[in-house]
């Protein structure tokens, strides 16, 4: 018997083809879409559009927001759309600009005169893509399928966001770039840059209703490739012993657990009396970043975006050799992070309350230092008023 369903699928999408021979491009249309496939609104391409608001280009421009719930309160004049329905699939056609922040959806086809603007999503400590030698994503472990499908959606990448030059060459090499790369850091750290300022922080704290007289330590681990419920969907995988750190450090501190994008699950966090802070997965984490006093993660990207704060960060690597032989391996030595490696919650609990700030940059002060320096290369608090320009300058060329 036919599937209705998959067949409804393929006439749909055999006449968006069709259509996109006939539906020309509109130079002042650009179409948003975040790493967490429309899920939220967080990353580069909400604050390149923040910018557009602030500058009143929301007016001159048509912003299209690919949304999974287009109820999302967005500021500004923009159009919010339903990721993958029929709007979504006339506005790819439509637009003069995509921003997205990670892989576009396989069966979108970009224009010739659509330009792409990649911002990626993070300094890579984890293989990537070209890279990979191995994969164990969902169950899925077929390499040589995982590079073709990979390297032929970056084909169509006009620019690409680095945030430094160790990032650039990799790439280049592992996403078999050869668009124009922005060298000019990352949009979503402009707020880091430009608004780490007591006003800010307190402002954040109050709508959050997180108590200010409490010290923050934001966990933001990675996803485990091999742990999920289905394909694209994982499992939040940690060896921390919430209740362990609730007795020892709640008289002084909130845990703010904020799940990787990738990440989907229910967990009871009122069992812990008000200690862990139940992330909505809505929150912004720039802004966790700005209000926390402490970061722990372990093989993530915040790690570079964090560092641009200049405040502790620990590294809670519990399963690190089984990571770098069974799922990714690293682009560099760990051991050159700037904060200590640890493998148990009781070495945590140790470390927090034992050393102060002043104590852990002591330790590790220079190591944060030549970090800084190599992987905060770009951010200069001004990424996206650059990536505005090269719009403008686009579409005046266009006319």
């Known amino acids: 018997m036919v599937n209705l369903k998959e067949m409804i699928k393929k006439i749909v999408f055999a006449g968006y083809k069709l259509s996109s021979h006939f539906i020309p491009v509109k130079h002042n249309v650009i179409m948003f879409e975040e790493s967490s496939n429309g899920r939220n609104y967080t990353g580069n391409p909400r604050y390149i559009y923040e910018e557009m608001v602030k500058q009143g280009l929301d007016k001159k421009y048509k912003c299209v927001w690919s949304l999974q719930n287009p109820e999302i309160e967005i500021p500004g004049n923009c159009v919010k759309i339903k990721r993958s329905r029929a709007k979504f699939l006339y506005y790819s056609l439509r637009s003069g600009f995509w921003i997205f922040d990670s892989r576009h959806q396989y069966y979108l086809k970009k224009s010739k005169n659509t330009k792409f603007i990649q911002t990626w999503h993070g300094t890579p400590l984890k293989k990537l893509a070209l890279d990979m030698d191995k994969v164990n994503m969902s169950g899925h472990q077929d390499i040589e399928d995982y590079r073709a499908k990979f390297k032929e959606s970056t084909s169509v990448w006009d620019y690409l966001i680095s945030q430094n030059s160790f990032s650039s060459k990799i790439f280049k090499r592992a996403f078999a770039f050869n668009g124009e790369m922005l060298e000019i850091g990352y949009p979503r750290n402009d707020i880091l840059v430009n608004e780490n300022n007591e006003i800010k922080i307190n402002e954040i704290k109050e709508r959050l209703n997180i108590d200010e007289d409490k010290k923050i330590i934001l966990y933001a681990p990675t996803w485990r490739d091999n742990q999920f419920h289905e394909s694209g969907i994982y499992k939040f995988a940690t060896e921390m012993d919430f209740n362990a750190m609730q007795n020892a450090l709640s008289d002084d501190y909130v845990l703010i657990v904020k799940f990787h994008y990738l990440v989907k699950d229910k967990i009871d966090w009122k069992k812990y009396g008000g200690f862990v802070i139940e992330c909505n997965e809505m929150w912004d984490i720039q802004e966790l970043y700005l209000i926390s006093d402490i970061l722990i993660t372990d093989y ?100």
């Not at 590294?315 to 089984?322: A, G, L």
């Not at 104590?359 to 650059?386: I, M, V």
């Open 300 to 399: 993530s990207s915040v790690m570079f975006d964090y560092a641009l704060l200049n405040r502790p960060i620990l590294f809670f690597t519990y399963d690190m050799e089984f990571y770098k032989d069974n799922l990714r391996d690293f682009y560099f030595d760990i051991n050159t992070v700037p904060g200590p490696l640890i493998e148990t919650t009781e070495e945590l609990i140790e470390f927090i309350k034992n050393n102060t700030e002043e104590e852990y940059f002591e330790k590790y002060g220079d190591k944060y230092h030549d970090f800084r320096e190599k992987y905060n290369e770009f951010d200069d608090g001004k990424a996206s008023e650059n990536i505005i320009r090269l719009i403008e300058k686009s579409n005046k060329q266009d006319q």
